[in-house]
Nanobody, 121 residues
Framework: QLQAFGGGLVQAGGSLRLSCAAS????????MGWFRQAPGKEREFLAI????????NYADSVKGRFTISRDNAKNTVYLQMNSLKLEDTAVYYC????????????????WGLGTLVTVSS
């Protein structure tokens, strides 16, 4: 029901914008989050955006470089990624926050397929 896309290969210092499109149901009322998972690592919280007031919160690792936004009319959430680093290489996922701490993946549902971001030197 959620599909992240927009990943690809980018040089360090470059930018990418990821999109998360919803289908089958409306996610306009859900806080939406972005996570990533690098090989051999746990899924890592990146950012969350709330539905009604556009409140956002970010992990320290991406604060100031990544920006989360949403277009409720399009049922889509975005992640603008700037100043990309080698350590940003991962599969990126979006999901809907349902309950609990916003920085835990277990607090989210409706995980979609991720999109691979590879940052090269």
């Amino acid at each position: 029901q959620l599909q992240a896309f927009g990943g690809g290969l980018v040089q360090a210092g470059g930018s990418l914008r990821l999109s998360c499109a919803a289908s089958g149901r409306a996610f306009n009322t859900y806080p939406m989050g972005w996570f990533r998972q690098a090989p051999g690592k746990e899924r890592e919280f990146l950012a969350i955006i709330y539905a009604s007031v556009d409140y956002t919160n970010y992990a320290d690792s991406v604060k100031g470089r990544f920006t989360i936004s949403r277009d409720n009319a399009k049922n889509t959430v975005y992640l603008q990624m700037n100043s990309l680093k080698l350590e940003d290489t991962a599969v990126y996922y979006c999901a809907a926050h349902r309950f609990g701490n916003y920085d835990l993946s277990t607090s989210y549902e409706y995980w979609g397929l991720g999109t691979l971001v590879t940052v090269s030197s």
